[in-house]
């Protein structure tokens, strides 16, 4: 059985003529003679009346007091709006369907609640409904215990949902639809510049969404490439292609042959807060007391720099309260500089090549930004800036690493 996934995210649901679109690439593949399972997100985005943050919204609004499990609970229903919608479309059109929840369609996983890690996929009665010729509509982002309890994914969950069920299904093809071109560049929300790719391997495009790229999640990238299958992400509004994602030897089935380049894209998260923790005396057991505490306190660290004379590092402005007091606390006395955002140059080919850190620092150094702190691996420079230097900066090291052309 030839078998394909279709995601389609939140704008690709959201408007009868968004829907339009759907239909026509879901009619496409059925032509082709592929077996469709098809994972819905919610509709649309806050303030749309069935999209997840308007139900968040809502919870909040009603005395902001539902336990989390009882709040997954409330999550579930925007897929399951969005499934049923599309389902009597394609009814509509003459097009059988079945719809299935997460658990119905075997998504089970942990506990949780909120933020639940898949720990298997039993698609059977996805593969029954199949056999019966009917398209599978699955509800994405969401699961069930194994106690029968829902839970949701996460943020971006829904991309996990269809890569997962793309691999226990064994699919040929997981389609990622969503509202722009491909994985571009950089986010075209803020260069305006930036480019699709044709193709990207699993490893630089988990680096980008890891680094903040949000077009697709990085857990979802991790599943794909786990079971090696092919992934593309591409535009429901349009015909193109948009971007393959695969293992590097993939890569010469593309149309464009061997691809070799230093700089994949550039990404960001902002709203950070650098904190410094220095010690007079040395800075011994300081890191150690300063992790831990962080740890012992669910704060999720980054950009970690150590040095003799104290440690630096980001977490979450939304943290940033809670992260300075637990740190006076234990008697420390930590200085902090909020509102900055991390921004990254990804590429498999930055690896020991010279001069890649002193472009980055000239591009950066011509538009007047202050570099507040850097770092780097294999595969990733990071910077940290202030907020309100980020977008120019995204501009400039876009423009200088010529990811326009
Ligand atoms: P969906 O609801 O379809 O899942 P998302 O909002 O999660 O859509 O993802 C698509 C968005 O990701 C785009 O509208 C774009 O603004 C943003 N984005 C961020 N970085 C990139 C990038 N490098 N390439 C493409 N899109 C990006
Ligand atoms: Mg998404």
Redesign the pocket.
């Known amino acids: 059985m030839r078998i394909m996934v279709q995601k389609f995210?939140?704008?690709?649901l959201s408007t009868v003529q968004a829907r339009e679109h759907v239909l026509r690439h879901v009619k496409r593949e059925l032509e082709t003679g592929f077996n469709l399972v098809i994972v819905v997100?919610a509709m649309g985005r806050r303030g749309e009346p069935y999209a997840t943050d308007t139900l968040l919204d809502w919870a909040a609004q009603n005395g902001n007091a539902l336990s989390a499990r009882e709040k997954d609970l409330l999550l579930c229903c925007g897929e399951i709006i969005s499934a049923t919608t599309l389902s009597s479309l394609l009814e509509h059109e003459g097009i059988p369907t079945s719809v299935l929840t997460g658990a119905q369609a075997g998504f089970v996983t942990d506990d949780n609640f909120g933020n639940a890690r898949i720990l298997d996929v039993r698609p059977v009665r996805v593969l029954e409904q199949l056999q019966l010729g009917r398209v599978v509509i699955v509800t994405g982002f969401q699961g069930q215990t194994e106690k029968g309890d829902f839970t949701t994914l996460g943020r971006?969950g829904s991309d996990t949902s269809a890569t997962a069920l793309g691999a226990a299904l064994r699919a040929e093809m997981v389609d990622i639809y969503?509202?722009?071109n491909g994985?571009?560049t950089?986010?075209?929300?803020i260069v305006e510049d930036a480019r699709p790719l044709t193709v990207v391997s699993y490893a630089e495009i988990c680096n980008?969404a890891h680094h903040g790229?949000?077009?697709i999640h990085p857990r979802a990238v991790e599943i794909a490439m786990q079971s090696q299958i092919p992934v593309r992400v591409r535009s429901t509004f349009a015909d193109t292609e948009g971007t393959l994602v695969t293992h590097p030897e993939g890569f010469q089935d593309v149309q464009t042959g061997i691809i070799d380049r230093y700089v994949t894209?550039i990404?960001y998260v902002s709203n950070v807060t650098q904190i410094t923790v220095g010690v007079p005396g040395g800075t011994d057991r300081l890191q150690l007391k300063v992790f831990k505490t962080m740890a012992e306190n669910s704060i999720s660290v980054d950009f970690i720099n150590v040095t003799p004379s104290g440690v630096v590092y980001t977490v979450f402005d939304s943290d940033s309260e809670k992260a300075i007091r637990v740190l006076q606390e234990i008697g420390l006395k930590p200085q902090s500089l909020s509102g900055c955002a991390k921004v990254s140059v990804i590429g498999g080919g930055i690896n020991g090549v010279p001069g890649i850190m002193a472009r980055i620092v000239e591009s950066l150094t011509l538009a007047d930004i202050q570099i507040l702190q850097s770092a780097d691996s294999n595969t990733t420079i990071w910077v940290l800036v202030k907020k309100e230097d980020m977008v120019q900066a995204l501009r400039a090291l876009h423009t200088s690493f010529e990811l326009h052309l």
């Open positions: 995210g939140g704008t690709s997100s971006g969503t509202d722009v994985i571009l950089a986010d075209p929300r980008m790229a949000k077009v894209g990404a």
